[in-house]
Antibody, heavy 114, light 109 residues
Framework: QVQLVQSGAEVKKPGASVKVSCKVS????????MHWVRQAPGKGLEWMGG????????IYAQKFQGRVTMTEDTSTDTAYMELSSLRSEDTAVYYC???????WGQGTLVTVSS | QAVVTQEPSLTVSPGGTVTLTCGSS?????????PYWFQQKPGQAPRTLIY???NKHSWTPARFSGSLLGGKAALTLSGAQPEDEAEYYC?????????FGGGTKLTVL
C-alpha cells in the first residue's frame, strides 16, 4: 500500500519559488515513477510533468518548461516539485501521484499573493 | 500541444445510463493514448476509475466501464447512483507527455 504525504500549505510572493515535497511510504521511491498535477481554484486538473521510466527522464508539460524542476531524494524516499517565477495564476493545489495515478498525495495549497 | 475535449456537463437520471467522451485535437483517440478516467468530488483528490482505456482498479464500481467509441475514449456509467454526481476528467498520453481534458460535471437528477 503506497502512501504519499505532501508538505504543508505555502504562501509566496510573485517572483518567488516554491518547493513542494511528497514523502513516499509503503514502497521505495526507486520502485515508483512520480507525476505532479495541479488544480487552480474552481478549475480543472493540469498535468505538470513526471518521470518516464521508458526513457529514464523527467518529462515536463510544455507550459511549465524552464520554470519547473522535479527531483527525487531516494535516501529519504521523497519527491520534490519546485516551481519558480511564481505569479498569481500559479495559485493552486499541487498533487503528487504515482505514474499509474492509483495513489495520490493529499495536495498542497500554494497561494501566490503580494 | 494537443487539446483534449470533454462535454462540459451532462445530466443522468438515477438508474440511467450516460456516456462521457474524451477527444483529441490530434485525431482519433487510440489505445496508444492510454486513456485514463478520474472522478473528483468537491474538496477531494481525484480518484482513478479507469486506466489504459478499459481497465478498472479494485475500487472501481462495476457500473463504470471504459472503451473507445467513434474515435474517442468513452466512460459509460450504467445504473447511475446519487453518489456518482461528481466531476470526471480524462487523461491522454502523447509519447510520454500527458494532457487532461477540461472535465465533465455529471449531475444525477
Amino acid at each position: 500500500q503506497v502512501q504519499l504525504v505532501q508538505s504543508g500549505a505555502e504562501v509566496k510572493k510573485p517572483g518567488a519559488s516554491v518547493k513542494v515535497s511528497c514523502k513516499v511510504s509503503g514502497y521505495t521511491l526507486t520502485e515508483l515513477s512520480m507525476h505532479w498535477v495541479r488544480q487552480a481554484p474552481g478549475k480543472g486538473l493540469e498535468w505538470m510533468g513526471g518521470f518516464d521510466p521508458e526513457d529514464g527522464e523527467t518529462i515536463y508539460a510544455q507550459k511549465f518548461q524552464g520554470r519547473v524542476t522535479m527531483t527525487e531524494d531516494t535516501s529519504t524516499d521523497t519527491a520534490y516539485m519546485e516551481l519558480s517565477s511564481l505569479r498569481s495564476e500559479d495559485t493552486a493545489v499541487y498533487y503528487c501521484a504515482t505514474d499509474d495515478y492509483g495513489d495520490w498525495g493529499q495536495g498542497t495549497l500554494v497561494t501566490v499573493s503580494s | 500541444q494537443a487539446v483534449v475535449t470533454q462535454e462540459p456537463s451532462l445530466t443522468v437520471s438515477p438508474g440511467g445510463t450516460v456516456t462521457l467522451t474524451c477527444g483529441s485535437s490530434t485525431g482519433a483517440v487510440t489505445s496508444g493514448h492510454y486513456p485514463y478516467w478520474f472522478q473528483q468530488k468537491p474538496g477531494q483528490a481525484p480518484r482513478t476509475l479507469i486506466y489504459d482505456t478499459s481497465n478498472k482498479h479494485s475500487w472501481t464500481p462495476a457500473r463504470f466501464s471504459g472503451s473507445l467509441l467513434g474515435g474517442k475514449a468513452a466512460l459509460t456509467l450504467s445504473g447511475a447512483q446519487p453518489e456518482d454526481e461528481a466531476e470526471y476528467y480524462c487523461l491522454l498520453s502523447y509519447s510520454g507527455a500527458r494532457q487532461f481534458g477540461g472535465g465533465t460535471k455529471l449531475t444525477v437528477l
